[in-house]
C-alpha cells in the first residue's frame, strides 16, 4: 500500500509541476524514505509545499521516516524544513533532515 500511494504521488507532482525522486528502504526492523529531490518546475507557487505536505501525510499513515539532504546548505531550506517538522544536522558540507511520524 505504501508503495501505490508513493507512486500515485509522485504521478500527481508531475502533473502539479514538481519533480520528485523518492527511495523507499525497507529494513527488518523501518522502514524510511529517502527524498533524493523534490523541485518546482512549474505550476503555480507553493505546489511543492503540497506535495512535500502529502509525502508527510503518507508517511505518518504508515509509519514511515523521511530523510534527505541539503546540498549545499542553505538556510532558507533549512528554516522550511524544520518549520515542516525536521531535524536538522549539520555533517561537514552536507545538511540532512529527517522526519519521524
Not at 523507499?24 to 507553493?46: F, K, N, P
Not at 508527510?56 to 541539503?70: L, Q, T
Request: aromatic content about 4%; hydrophobic content about 40%.
Amino acid at each position: 500500500m505504501l508503495f501505490v500511494a508513493i507512486d500515485e504521488l509522485v504521478r500527481d507532482a508531475d502533473s502539479l509541476g514538481v519533480e520528485m525522486d523518492v527511495v523507499v528502504d525497507e529494513d527488518d526492523d523501518m522502514t524510511s524514505i529517502w527524498l533524493a529531490s523534490i523541485e518546482r518546475t512549474g505550476g503555480r507557487a507553493g505546489a511543492g509545499g503540497v506535495v512535500l505536505e502529502r509525502l508527510m501525510e503518507i508517511c505518518s499513515e504508515h509509519d514511515v521516516i523521511i530523510e534527505g539532504a541539503i546540498e549545499p546548505p542553505n538556510r532558507r531550506l533549512e528554516e522550511y524544513y524544520t518549520l515542516h517538522g525536521f531535524d536538522i544536522e549539520r555533517h561537514g558540507h552536507r545538511t540532512i533532515i529527517t522526519r519521524t511520524p
